[in-house]
Nanobody, 113 residues
């Protein structure tokens, strides 16, 4: 089982990033998928979740209207489009299979003011 995140980096406040999470080793189309983040010294928190067919999504209040989660079941990949980034969005972002409880290794997102 692998969940490999990519797309993190350093961006200025107000900028955008698109995270990708490539999955393998499990039945992706059956899995609800999510993105979490963990800032230094803070607990890991749910950012966004998408159901298995992509028809239902949920967002943390702090990112609603700025972030969009999506998935491409043919490419076995889940995405997180992050717009209007703020310094408080700085964290390590993790991809998770909610159905099978698998985690990726994380990708660092740093937003400078």
């Amino acid at each position: 089982v692998q969940l490999v995140e990519s797309g993190g980096g350093l961006v200025q406040s107000g900028g955008s990033l698109r995270l990708s999470c490539a999955a393998s080793g499990f039945t992706f189309i059956w899995s609800a998928m999510s993105w979490y983040r963990q800032a230094q010294g803070k607990e890991r928190e749910l950012v966004a979740l998408i159901n298995s067919v992509g028809g239902s999504t949920h967002y943390a209040g702090s990112v609603k209207g700025r972030f969009t989660i999506s998935r491409d079941n043919a490419k076995i990949t889940v995405y997180l489009q992050m717009n209007s980034l703020k310094p408080e969005d700085t964290a390590v972002y993790y991809c998770k299979s909610e159905t099978y409880n698998y985690w990726g290794q994380g990708t660092q997102v740093t937003v400078s003011s």
